[in-house]
Each structure stands twice: as C-alpha cells, then as structure tokens.
C-alpha cells in the first residue's frame, strides 16, 4: 500500500530556513507527482506547488516563489520542500502529498503523508 | 480568501442526510475535475471523492458527489458519529495554474 511517511518537527527563527523530507513507499516512486500543501494552525488547506520527481521539474505557486525548493532523489524514494526566509506566518503543518493519476501535475492529491509541524518563533 | 467557497458550518443528526456545496469559476470547478478530503482533528486530509463523483476504493456508499457548472457538491446519507470532521474541495485552476482548496467545511454530527 502507498505511504507516505514525513521527517519530524522543527523549530526555527525567523530568517532561517526549513527542509522537510517525504519518504514514498508501496508504489513505483517516479510514476506520480507529489504536492506540497501547508495549513497554519487553525485554517483551511493551501497548495505550495509540484514536483516531477522522475525529471525534478517542479511547478510552484507564485506566493512562495523564490523561497521554495522542492527536489527529488530517485535513489531513496524521497522527495524534501525547502523553505527560505521564514517568517512567523509559516507556521504550519507542511504536507507532503502523491497525486492521484499518473503523471500529471494537475492531478490532486490522493495519498498524503502524516504532516510536519514547522514553528518559526524568536 | 479562499479560491472555492463552501459554508463555514453544517450540521445534521445521526441516520440524515447533509450537502457540503462548493463554489468556483470557469478556470477551476466548471473546467476541471473535483476531490473531496475528509480531515478529522490532527490528521491529515483524507480522500473520499474525486473526479467529481467517484469514490476511492473503503469509502461507503454513504459518500456522494455530484457537479454543475461551477458548483460541486458532496453528499453523505447514513451520518454517524465518525463522520464528524472538516471537509475540504479541490481542484485544479487552469488560469492561476495552481492547486486550489475551498476553505473548509465542519460538519457536526449532533
């Protein structure tokens, strides 16, 4: 069965930056795209964007561009979101998530993976 | 501000029948498919619905979803207690070219 399992929590300061690592099993890892979607503490569901973890190309969201990174290592089944320049309004569950048909971006997720709480605080 | 819009709240009692609405645009809901996510608290969402009325493979039949036009709606007949949780729309927006979410909807089992 597909898993989906996520590196734990993390604190950091303001300016700094996060990596959260999605590690994929159950199914072959480059067929289906992953998204990344966050959710601040008591608030709804937002898309950060795509990664093509077979070519590494990835799609993102133009709020997050330029302090986004999302990469793929075929080797380990494991796709990571990088977050730069963090601010206190990116504290958040951070999701990773497989799309649900094969090899589409625009496919929304099917499986996800058990979330990472980021906290930004001085 | 979320791209689709459902109502904040539903409610309804054990054994009824509640519609959760969701309401876009041409660039997202009237032109692309529909998901359903189920969230109960500290979980993550959880799929019970897509491509507009096909439910994945252990979600009951008490699960429905339909769409026209620019609205989409999820139905559940049968609530039970377990059903309790936050229900999200999403779909793909062709015009941003972005996932969207509407903004959630709880659903209290009374």
């Known amino acids: 069965q597909v898993q989906l399992v996520q590196s734990g929590a993390e604190v950091k300061k303001p300016g700094a930056s996060v990596k959260v690592s999605c590690k994929a099993s159950g199914y072959r890892f480059i067929d289906y795209y992953f998204h990344w979607v966050r959710q601040a503490p008591g608030q709804g569901l937002e898309w950060m964007g795509w990664i093509n973890p077979d070519s590494g190309g990835t799609h993102y969201v133009q709020k997050f561009q330029g302090r986004v990174t999302m990469t793929s290592d075929t080797s380990i089944s494991t796709v990571y979101m990088e977050l730069s320049t963090l601010k206190s309004d990116d504290t958040a569950v951070y999701f990773c998530?497989?799309?649900?048909?094969f090899g589409a971006g625009s496919s929304l997720p099917a499986y996800w993976g058990q979330g990472t709480l980021v906290t930004v605080s001085s | 501000q979320s791209v689709l819009t459902q109502p904040p709240s539903v409610s309804a009692a054990p054994g009824q029948k509640v519609t959760i609405s969701c309401s876009g645009s041409s660039s997202n809901v009237g032109n692309n498919h529909i998901s359903w996510y189920q969230q109960l608290p500290g979980t993550a969402p959880k799929l019970v619905m897509y491509d507009n009325n096909r439910r994945p493979s252990g979600i009951p039949d008490r699960f429905s979803g339909s769409k026209s036009g620019t609205s989409a709606t999820l139905g559940i007949t049968g609530l039970q207690t377990g059903d309790e949780a936050d229900y999200y729309c999403?779909?793909?927006?062709?015009?941003?070219?972005?996932?969207?979410f509407g903004g959630g909807t709880k659903l209290t089992v009374l």
């Open positions: 999403g779909t793909w927006d062709s015009g941003l070219s972005a996932g969207v």
């Open positions: 998530a497989r799309a649900r048909a």
